[in-house]
């Protein structure tokens, strides 16, 4: 089991940025996957980016060229840097892990807490 620890959540105006951070309580070597879904009210949850352990990512299309997701293996921590935040991208924002299958659209094994991001026009 890993422990996730999100921050950087607040608010923005449009065309704004944030970075969010999720701090795991182990190794990221340990871990197949990485990344970030979010979930608005009256939306389903998306998965907004991921990172493999082979260095692959995948972005939403909604996201695509805005957010870029990374990892610091020093600090056992993985970002999502939001760039040109639009009102729609509003959300909670939840980070994730996979331990098995180097793939969160399969499945998620842990969960951080969620932060919000609230961006404003």
């Known amino acids: 089991q890993v422990q996730l620890v999100e921050s950087g959540g607040g608010l923005v105006q449009a065309g704004g940025s944030l970075r969010l951070s999720c701090a795991a309580s182990r190794s990221l070597f340990s871990i197949n996957a990485m990344g970030w879904f979010r979930q608005a009210p009256g939306k389903q949850r998306e998965l907004v980016a991921a990172i493999n352990s082979g260095g692959s990512t995948d972005y939403a299309d909604s996201v695509k060229g805005r957010f870029t997701i990374s990892r610091d293996n020093t600090k056992n921590t993985f970002y999502l840097q939001m760039n040109s935040l639009k009102p729609e991208d509003t959300a909670i924002y939840y980070c994730?892990?996979?331990?098995?299958?180097?793939?969160?659209?399969?499945?998620?094994?842990?969960w951080g807490q969620g932060t919000q991001v609230t961006v404003s026009s």
């Open positions: 994730a892990v996979d331990l098995t299958w180097g793939d969160l659209l399969y499945g998620v094994d842990d």
